[in-house]
């Protein structure tokens, strides 16, 4: 996976995608239109409860005794993922192929917070995350893109360049630290330690931590400063970085190892997943939206359908042209 200065391979996205973010299309704005056929995998979500107690009542700020109490306990808390499937049946709502996960848990109105909900029984239900698949979720995905390219050892893979620590940039060095002394050991709160600073400061013509005239300077980032200066593969909405990388440098769960975008200190399974990749014959094209909770894939009928059928996915077929805006699920209302 070498990361590529020429990113001529990507135009024609840019040639088969909307340039205005409408509901109406806002599926095209990040996925080509013109495939045969097109399936939505949704990434999975997860639940958990404490054992032999339940969660605490909510909103947190209404019952921080009770969340203090609740963490001194200690409790062991159950974990598990959860289809969106089994998340419409706790919650009585339907399953299909333009759900989106707020009406799926209920919660209609944005502002009240949709991340966490609890459901029957005690658990508490967490939003699928945005922009990634999970690793397992890629690796299962690939095993089917391989064969339905020409090209499954040559192909692209593109990753958002706005990821925190990803590329370098032109900024500040980190925020000052200061170092006080107190004969009082109980006070040690952060507004005290700003005071005595501003006291120290006081009786000074010069603070040297606080120059308004300092410059940026360069910050580098997770990749060479070769490639964070580099030029970028630019669609409507999104700059992407471009990497080399067939279908198959993902069949295997350990992709993320040789990943240059993620970090050895990274965790594999909340490695990033590629946001757009595609195989050199253009045979079908994986879009992970950074601000969506499923990845779709464009690609022919025979593929779609075998995605649709795998069972380490939960995928259905979708129609070209859908709204997969937040507000987009017509069914439930």
Request: charged content about 20%; overall charge negative.
């Amino acid at each position: 996976m070498d990361w590529i200065a020429d990113t001529s391979p990507g135009d024609w996205l840019r040639e088969r995608v909307d340039t205005a973010w409408t509901d109406a299309s806002a599926m095209h704005t990040v996925v080509p239109r013109g495939f045969p056929a097109y399936a939505r995998i949704f990434h999975p979500a997860s639940r958990s409860r404490p054992v032999g107690q339940p969660w605490p009542p909510l909103p947190y700020d209404d019952h921080a005794r009770a969340w203090a109490a609740f963490g001194r306990s200690q409790p062991q808390i159950d974990t598990e993922n959860v289809t969106w499937a089994q998340t419409a049946t706790t919650f009585e709502t339907r399953m299909h192929p333009e759900a989106q996960w707020n009406r799926i848990v209920g919660a209609h109105d944005p502002e009240q917070g949709w991340q966490q909900v609890r459901g029957p029984e005690g658990w508490q239900y967490d939003a699928p995350g945005e922009g990634r698949m999970d690793v397992a979720q890629l690796a299962a995905l690939a095993r089917l893109l391989s064969p339905a390219t020409t090209t499954p050892h040559h192909g692209y893979a593109g990753v958002w360049e706005g990821y925190g620590g990803l590329v370098g940039f032109m900024g500040e060095t980190p925020s000052r630290a200061v170092l006080t002394f107190s004969a009082d050991p109980t006070v040690d709160d952060d507004a005290s330690l700003q005071d005595r600073h501003r006291a120290m400061l006081g009786p000074s013509t010069r603070d040297p931590f606080n120059n308004v005239f300092r410059k940026p300077t360069w910050q580098p980032g997770l990749l060479s400063d070769e490639i964070s200066r580099g030029p970028r593969l630019e669609l409507p909405q999104r700059s992407y970085l471009l990497f080399s990388a067939g279908a198959t440098a993902f069949t295997d769960a350990s992709w993320p190892d040789l990943a240059p975008w993620v970090s050895p200190d990274e965790a594999r399974a909340w490695a990033q997943t590629p946001n757009v990749m595609w195989p050199a014959d253009r045979a079908w094209v994986v879009v992970s939206e950074i601000d969506f909770d499923s990845t779709v894939v464009a690609g022919s009928a025979e593929l779609i359908a075998a995605i649709c059928a795998s069972p380490g996915l939960e995928a259905l077929p979708l129609r070209e042209g859908a709204d997969l805006t937040w507000d987009g699920d017509e069914v439930n209302r």
